[in-house]
Structure formats: C-alpha cells, structure tokens
C-alpha cells in the first residue's frame, strides 16, 4: 500500500513560482512512474510532468515545457514540483500521482492551485 500527501499549494499572482511536495510512504520502492497530474474546473485531469525509476527522461506537458521542474529526493521518497512563471491557466488540482510494477496505480488527495491577480 502506497500513500500519497501533497502539500504546498495556494494562491499566487501571474509570474509567480510555487513549489509542491508530494510526501510518499509505504511501499514506494517498487514504482515505475511518479507524476503530476492537474485537474481544471471543467475539464479533465491532465498529465503535467513524469519521473521514471529507470532514469528515462522526464517528461513534460508541452503548455509546462521550460516553467515546471519535476524531481524526487531518494533519501526523502518525495516527489517535488518547481512551477515558475505561473499562468491563470495553470489554475487547478494538482495530484501526485505513482504507478507501480503491479499496475496500481495511486492517488494523492490533491493541492489547490489558484493563479489569479
């Protein structure tokens, strides 16, 4: 059993930068993916960015591409997401997200992102 909590959400202006941070816990050792999703209102959940326990590179949403960094800390088992140069259009759910060897697939609870003036 794998859980997920995401932390570090809120409300920021246009331009600014936020960080998430996904604490992991259980049995995360065995994960093929860990990802970022977000879900807008009214629209469906999206993949924002992904990391691959087998060091393939990381991938990105084409409308995140050179204003998101995602990362992991081994000693840490967290999943972090560095979003910079924030859009209204990022508003959102943002949910992390990890797909193991067995293919379950877990949930975090979600972190409200609002980016607003």
């Known amino acids: 059993q794998v859980q997920l909590v995401e932390s570090g959400g809120g409300l920021v202006q246009p331009g600014g930068s936020l960080k998430l941070s996904c604490a992991a816990s259980?049995?995360?050792?065995?994960?093929?993916?860990m990802d970022w999703y977000r879900q807008a209102p009214g629209k469906e959940r999206e993949l924002v960015a992904r990391?691959?326990?087998?060091?393939?590179?990381?991938t990105y949403a084409d409308s995140v591409k050179g204003r998101f960094i995602i990362s992991r800390d081994n000693a840490r088992t967290t999943l972090d997401l560095q979003m910079n140069s924030l859009k209204p259009e990022d508003t959102g759910v943002y949910y992390c997200?990890?797909?193991?060897?067995?293919?379950?697939?877990?949930w975090g609870q979600g972190t409200q992102v609002t980016v607003s003036s």
């Open positions: 259980g049995s995360i050792s065995s994960f093929v993916t």
């Open positions: 997200t990890v797909l193991m060897y067995n293919s379950n697939r877990y």
């Open positions: 990391i691959f326990k087998n060091g393939s590179p990381t």
